[in-house]
């Protein structure tokens, strides 16, 4: 028996943005703030949880960006930036690199990577990333990082998103 042929594109969704914006919110996420020093020397910063591991073997992690994000020049030309994982108490700073119009960095501690990136105090993990590749997709930039350097707390409690909202871990 002969498989059917492959489609060429898929069909048109049968679920509002709305929708599925829910739908994805159901899935609990780590939070992060990803990291850089633009060309300028202006520091660029944002809340992201679309991250993720890609490879051991080279070491590669991806995270997304919205097309119209006012740091996409930033990111997209820059060689380096930092993936911060969150701990658990800190929420608010989750919440200042999520806000629009504010200095992100308005009395956030932070010590700079091997390439300038900033590397956030009390992160759970730090991984320093080579700028590898770049894929758009739809509305948003697919970043692809190679990581150079990384670092972790162990034991240390991450901050988690479900749903709309934060969380911390509780052990089962």
């Known amino acids: 028996m002969t ?4 489609a060429r594109s898929a069909i048109p969704p049968d679920f509002s943005s709305q929708e ?4 994805l919110g159901m899935f609990a996420t780590g939070v992060t703030v990803v990291t850089a020093q633009a060309h300028d020397g202006t520091l660029v910063g944002l809340t992201a949880n679309s991250f993720n591991s890609v490879s051991l073997a080279p070491p590669l992690v991806l995270w997304s960006l919205a ?8 990111f997209s030309r820059g060689a380096h930036y930092a993936i911060n994982i969150l701990a658990a108490d800190q929420q608010a700073l989750a919440m200042q690199f999520a806000s629009k119009d504010i200095d992100r960095y308005a009395g956030v501690n932070f010590s ?3 390439h300038g990136a900033p590397l956030l105090a ?3 993990a730090h ?6 590749s770049q ?11 190679e990581v150079e350097r990384c670092s972790h707390r162990a034991g240390a409690a991450p901050l988690l ?5 934060f969380y911390t871990e509780h052990p089962l």
């Open 161 to 165: 998103y479900h749903g709309g909202k």
């Open 122 to 124: 009390g992160a759970v």
């Open 127 to 132: 991984f320093e990333c080579f700028n590898r």
């Open 135 to 145: 894929y758009e997709e739809g509305d948003h930039v697919i970043f692809v990082g």
């Open 20 to 23: 599925f914006r829910q739908a």
């Open 67 to 74: 097309q119209k994000a006012g740091s996409m020049e930033a």
């Open 3 to 6: 498989p059917p042929a492959r």
């Open 112 to 114: 700079r990577g091997a």
